[in-house]
């Protein structure tokens, strides 16, 4: 190819916009992981429906100690409390998180990435197609990999189910236990079935949403750490094949 | 004017515009009590907004009440501290001689007594204690209402929070001026159809429901209302702030 000195740069792989909100979004995604660890450590323990305590039937509970000697645990020592920093920092990531992923569906929606580059093309919304694309993963197949430009079909249709489906329901499931949020808006536990349920929706979604990280970072890995990391931080990625 | 200057200008300008902005903000924010007294650190700015929105969504905004169906059969109390030495004393005289003290920012102090406190206008209300632990339980909570225990003695305009002191002399707490005037916000004195057993905070227990269990002190026996929150033991309106715990418990 001639002529390309003098030319524009090429486009970015990723729009600064989706590189910027990827990164803040990792970084609250972390705080409050590791925060939210931190709290349900104090209660390990799972319920259903509006009430749960000490004096009634779990759903479940984890098999690891806990930071109060209140909760029977079946281990003999009590771990520190760390519940105050870590409600601090979960409230404030969550803010950043909020205020984060409204902007990037904002610039999402304005600049047609939602449709050009999520939104599986019409061919690939098939359930054969579907099928395929998830053999192909399971199989670690090149093509799952794919062109580093573009997504395929299953690609799409996790990062669709993370921004649109996940995110929303941790938020919502999350705030559904503020007992100042439901005294403004009783539906936002009234249609969970209760503050329990909302507790152990929300450690549910986040076990999936860490499934999701566990298996991007993996097809990462795959694809290429370096090349890929480098696209997500400066946008610049391998020609367009 | 070249190009990087030009963004340079730009950039400063957003900044100034920020910090402005910030400035502002924070003066109108402070005329409306949307900032908690825990404002300040690397916590600050999400502790605020989360008051703030609260403040700003639903100010006189009920706490859930549940059907009578919904009372915790088997409610947990929590750990509590030893009682002290003047704790047991008044138990064993079943507390005929407790008084809630309540002073500062009011026209007339009092001291009231048991009796006097249930011979006001009482309110029940089935409510859930939440711990912010995780773990939760519904009750039926009778008491008076702190609004018409203030109201009867007046308020002075200065007033903002009100700052409560336990039996416990490691638990006290405070409240802004909307949570304390809350219908909900009772100096509760009875649980589900009894006197308030000492477990759950007995005789006396300020029930805060729009937040969580740890604003709910047991075992009250002085109110304070006040302006401000500076001069009452680390300034920062609570003894949980000595554990790290954020004031404002709504979330």
Not at chain 2, 70 to 75: F, H, K, Q, V, Y
Not at chain 2, 104 to 113: E, F, N
Request: hydrophobic residues 45%.
């Amino acid at each position: 190819m001639t002529g390309t000195i003098g030319s524009a740069p090429p486009a970015p792989r990723h729009a600064r916009f989706v590189r910027i909100t990827h990164w803040l979004t990792t970084i609250a995604f972390f705080a409050l992981l590791l925060t939210g660890v931190e709290v349900v450590l104090s209660h390990p323990r799972f319920y259903w429906g509006q009430v749960g305590n000490v004096n009634t039937q779990p759903l479940f509970a984890l098999p690891v100690p806990s930071s109060r000697s209140t909760v029977p645990t079946g281990y003999s020592f009590r771990l520190a409390d760390q519940n105050g920093w870590s409600r601090y920092l979960h409230f404030e990531a969550a803010w950043l998180l909020l205020f984060v992923g409204l902007a990037y569906v904002v610039a999402g929606l304005r600049s047609g990435h939602f449709r050009r580059n999520l939104v599986p093309p019409a061919a690939d919304r098939s359930w054969t197609a579907l099928r395929s694309a998830i053999a192909e993963h399971i199989r670690f197949a090149a093509s799952a990999i794919g062109d580093p430009w573009s997504y395929n079909a299953l690609q799409r249709l996790s990062y669709l189910v993370v921004v649109f489906v996940l995110f929303p329901l941790v938020v919502w499931t999350g705030l559904a236990m503020a007992p100042g949020f439901t005294a403004v808006f009783p539906a936002g536990v009234g249609l969970l079935g209760g503050r329990q349920t909302a507790r152990t929706l929300h450690f549910f979604l986040t076990i999936a949403l860490v499934l999701f990280t566990l298996v991007h970072v993996t097809m990462i890995i795959v694809a290429g750490f370096r090349s890929r990391v480098r696209a997500m931080i400066t946008g610049a990625a391998e020609s367009p094949q | 004017m070249s190009n990087v200057s030009r963004r340079t200008l730009l950039a400063g300008g957003v900044v100034a515009g920020v910090a402005a902005a910030g400035v502002g903000l924070a003066a109108i924010g402070r005329r409306f009590g949307l900032v908690p007294p825990d404002a300040g650190g690397i916590y600050g700015p999400g502790e605020t907004l989360s008051y703030a929105a609260h403040r700003l969504l639903g100010r006189n905004s009920l706490a859930l009440e549940f059907p009578r169906s919904m009372i915790s059969a088997r409610p947990f109390a929590n750990a509590i501290t030893t009682p002290t030495d003047d704790f047991e004393r008044h138990r064993a005289e079943s507390f005929v001689n407790w008084r809630l003290v309540v002073d500062g920012h009011v026209s007339r102090p009092a001291s009231l007594s048991l009796s006097e406190l249930r011979a006001m206008q009482a309110r029940s209300q089935i409510t859930e204690v939440t711990c912010e632990e995780g773990w939760s339980y519904v009750a039926e909570w009778t008491g008076t209402p702190l609004a018409g225990i203030l109201s009867t003695l007046g308020v002075r305009p200065t007033a903002r929070y009100v700052v409560y002191y336990s039996s416990d002399p490691e638990w006290w707490e405070s409240i802004d001026l909307d949570e304390a005037m809350h219908p909900q916000t009772l100096v509760t004195w009875g649980m589900n159809g009894a006197d308030l057993p000492v477990p759950f905070g007995g005789p006396l227990r300020l029930r805060v429901p729009r937040q969580l269990g740890y604003k709910s002190v047991k075992f009250i026996n002085r109110l304070v209302v006040t302006d401000s929150l500076d001069g009452f033991g680390n300034g920062m309106g609570q003894s949980a702030a000595n554990d790290g715990y954020a004031w404002y418990a709504g979330i």
